[in-house]
């Protein structure tokens, strides 16, 4: 494979440690993310206090949870900025890493492509160098050989992009969960009497 195999390695040990991270972060850290915030958004409309749900949100959300806090006796617009700024940066966090996973699952099966180009262009330059004199056995050992990085590369890139994929659908989920919650606080800001300005939960 040559030199191309190191890149494709170390895009494998890559895929390996986003994925494991991410899957403690998504996992183990924000378990029942989905669940937990559309509970909170129930007893909201319900109108039943939310103190002891709201302190176990899922860590990624607390700073909307405080940004909708600090905001609420200001303008709905304000209010609605304050929220946006913060979801902003719960994407950004539940998000971190996965751009990388696409570009590997794009990136390994080129340089598995390059691997096996060099590695023919070797083989045939063998051929050259001996005269014309064609071994089949030597040259379909070359050509094997040669083939073998392509295979990593694809070995590499099917797993990135599968892991990359369901990542991605797993946080679309939770994301939707978000702004569904954000969008029942801005209701019940603009039901709110202004002139107590509380919270709800």
Not at 71 to 82: I, P, T
Request: charged residues 20%; glycine residues 8%; neutral net charge.
């Amino acid at each position: 494979g040559g030199w191309v195999m190191a890149p494709i390695l170390l895009c494998s040990l890559l895929v390996v440690a986003i994925s494991l991270e991410r899957l403690l972060v998504l996992g183990l850290w924000e378990w029942g993310f989905t669940t937990r915030v559309r509970r909170v958004r129930e007893r909201l409309l319900s109108g039943t206090p939310v103190d002891w749900e709201v302190r176990a949100l899922p860590p990624s959300l607390r700073p909307v949870m405080l940004a909708v806090r600090e905001n609420w006796s200001r303008s709905r617009a304000r209010l609605e900025e304050a929220m946006l700024f913060a979801a902003h940066g719960v994407k950004r966090r539940l998000e971190a890493h996965l751009t990388t996973l696409s570009v590997i699952s794009q990136v390994a099966p080129l340089l598995g492509l390059l691997g096996t180009v060099l590695g023919m262009v070797r083989a045939f330059l063998a051929v050259q160098q001996g005269g014309g004199e064609v071994n089949p056995s030597a040259l379909a050992g070359g050509i094997w050989e040669a083939l073998l990085t392509t295979v990593f590369g694809l070995v590499v890139a099917i797993p990135a992009y599968l892991a990359w994929h369901g990542f991605e659908r797993l946080i679309a989920t939770r994301l939707e969960a978000v702004e569904e919650l954000m969008e029942t606080w801005i209701t019940l800001h603009g039901e709110q009497d202004h002139a107590s300005k509380h919270p709800p939960g």
